[in-house]
């Protein structure tokens, strides 16, 4: 059950519309289903309408008008709340809608309980699935009633009702979600031929370019540096930035005037404090690192990076996994601007809906993911080219990032933030599907010989016998041997290699286990493999430590021996 409460000046005119049956079509037997004292004169069972109607409202107003003598009455007197039941639950009577009407002017203060100086107030039903409520602020003391924070006092009882009386039970948010556009706001696109308001295109924009910035100094370079987007920073008198607005170029008012959009009106973390605490620390990314040695790939980073990111959420520290999930977020924001034009809609789609499940009540320690957010700049030097295997990748690992996410805001209660992960996992899932195609089949023409086949066979057996199975069933199966081959010509061990893959993170989640293998195993060859004189030290070392089979090659890079550094 939802509640939309606003407050007017016009309590002859609200009653008007609520018993309106003329101009609204979809009014229909409207009558009083509760009142104040119970006795309201009801206009809808009346035999004189126009009397009866006006018998009412001159009963609503009567403590306005004595308190406006005073000089007392608020300019506002009209409380105005509609409660709506979802299309699914039964219609309700008119006596059980009178008990919701009574609990919630008590719960909100319009009428607390017991209370015999309680605002005057009429409860009227004019279709089967919705009632209104009128009210006039004025209590019988002549005092103003007290009913802040009354949309979340209102939307606590809803939830209660929603459980007693077996109604749908809606999903509540935590007021840390972005403000929706309004409804002129709406039109207003739709008259301008635009699918997007302008508040929803600036708020993309400006996440966009928080996701790739390293600096307040540069993402206020790059925003002035967009197309069609005007930007306006504020200063202190010592030349400190305290704030920033955006328009969009040829969005005026009726004034002609750019209609202007402080940062937290696109969203509460794109405020300047929120955007410079997310951007203080960022290391830079560079192509090449001291020496001239190449830095490992960009993308192999940020998605050994995100495979980090459920264990964090599954430690007690919530304010860590919290900013772990808002950098996570800065990633999805990021990935449209370097992916193919064929994946950048899904993508969007995906960055647009889990932005909801980046923010809750709890408090992100920001310097505990600052790692995490230099990974995702150091991208912007890596734009998807060729099969795009980076990219799938790093979805592969996303996918089970934003699982894990709504299981960390379902364990908290964020019913919001679960529904919006939920809505992002379908994006990304039909994103990977796209990327992973063309880098799989690719790998699968390098099929391996029979012989070899058989061998990595064997040792996915000996390392993954749980899985074994299923990913002989996989169809990405041949591109899995295809990875193990090309890693054991780089000089890894595949049984090495196949081990440190399922140690990663479990195998459990995967939709398909061969595929994410197949990734893990590219990303773990990559890394430089152990020389042969290494390798040969290693199985010295190891002989006299063990009965077992000396390997011929480990996953990972080992220190070379004495021997092999006088090489």
Known sequence: MIAKISSGKDTAGLIRYLFDTKKAKDHTDPHLVASWDGFAPDPGRADDFTATRKLLVADLDLRVKQARRLGRAPERHVWHCSLRAATTDRHLSDEEWADI??????????????????????????????????????????RTARHWNDYLTADRELAAIEKEYGLHQVVRGDRTAAKRPTRAEQEKAHRRG???TSRERLRTTVRQLVSVATSPEEFFHLLADVDDVRVDVQRFPSGDVRGYKV?????????????????????PDLSFPKIAERLTGITAPSVNEAGGRRRPNPWHQATAAAERIPHHLDQSDDTAAQAHIAAFAEA????PLLAPSHLRAQLLQAAAAFERASRSRIQADQDQARALRSTVRA???????????GLAMFLDVAVLVVIAAAHWHRARRHDQQVVAAQQALTYLRVAYEHAAAQPLAALAQHKPRTHTVERHAQHIRAVLPDYAEQIFGDAAWPALAAALTQAETAGHDTRQLLRHAADQRTLDGARSTARTLTWR?????????????ARAALARSAA???AAPVQTATATAVPPSPQARRR
Do not use: M, Y
Request: hydrophobic share 40%.
């Open 379 to 389: 991208l912007r030097t890596a734009p998807v080219a060729g099969d795009a295997s």
């Open 194 to 196: 635009r699918q997007k």
């Open 101 to 142: 009407a009574h609990r919630v002017v008590a719960a909100t203060g319009i009428a607390p309980q017991g209370d015999p100086d309680g605002c005057r107030w009429v409860a009227v039903r004019h279709a089967p699935d919705h009632i209104h409520i009128a009210a006039t602020k004025v209590r019988g003391d002549l």
């Open 521 to 533: 195993i590219q990303r773990l060859s990559q890394r430089h493999a152990p020389s042969e004189r």
């Open 544 to 546: 006299p430590r063990s």
């Open 247 to 267: 328009a969009v170029e040829g969005d005026t008012n009726a004034a002609g005037e750019p209609v202007w959009f402080s940062g937290s009106a696109l969203a």
């Open 332 to 335: 999805l924001d990021a990935l």
